[in-house]
């Protein structure tokens, strides 16, 4: 809709309350993780317990919004290897992958939190180092009120599929692909 256009139908009517939903932040552009640590600041608000399992970024990175989460009570696991083009051992950041998924798929089981956020979780589902069909079964088979938040580029078509909601970020413009190096503060 254009800004100069009013809206003539009211949108759908929610008619069902269910105990938990699935959502997918999938796309090229930046904020998939931020939109998901955001709706983790909002169930902390709400009084839930919350996890957080990240795949890809490495515990040698200090990023504030793991040390306000944590001062916060959400729990964090910081499991990846880092960007796979910086690592020395592909097959140990596979495993470390591979062990991010493991802890991920105890949480979600758990039934202990009201939110798991698998955050870039869908590349190493991509790059076939965790399988997708047992990310889809483990977040189908989850207790009835875990809700999951998935992150990450090109989430396959089963885990989309899977969701309650999906939204694709895309990239408009990015500072850093006119040479802007990442801030503290706004990027991590």
């Not at 552009?29 to 169930?43: C, E, M």
């Not at 009835?144 to 989430?155: K, Q």
């Not at 413009?173 to 706004?186: L, M, P, Q, S, T």
């Amino acid at each position: 809709m254009k800004g100069d256009e009013v809206p003539v139908t009211a949108p759908p009517r929610a008619t069902r309350k269910v105990p938990s939903v699935v959502i997918v932040n999938t796309g090229d552009g930046k904020g998939k993780s931020t939109a998901a640590f955001g709706t983790a600041l909002r169930a902390v608000a709400r009084g839930w317990k919350v996890c957080v399992v990240q795949f890809i970024k490495s515990d040698r990175w200090k990023v504030g919004e793991r040390d306000v989460a944590t001062r916060l009570g959400i729990e964090w696991w910081t499991v990846g290897d880092g960007f796979t083009w910086d690592s020395d051992n592909m097959e140990r950041t596979e495993a470390i992958a591979r062990e991010a998924w493991r802890v991920a798929k105890d949480k979600i089981a758990s039934g202990d939190y009201g939110l798991v956020v698998l955050d870039e979780v869908t590349y190493p589902m991509t790059w076939g180092w965790i399988p997708v069909d047992q990310v889809v079964e483990a977040i189908r088979l989850r207790p009835p009120t875990v809700n999951v938040i998935a992150t990450g580029r090109d989430a396959p078509p089963e885990l989309v599929e899977l969701a309650d909601t999906v939204s694709e970020v895309r990239s408009v413009k990015h500072a850093f692909d006119n040479g802007v190096r990442a801030i503290r503060g706004i990027d991590f």
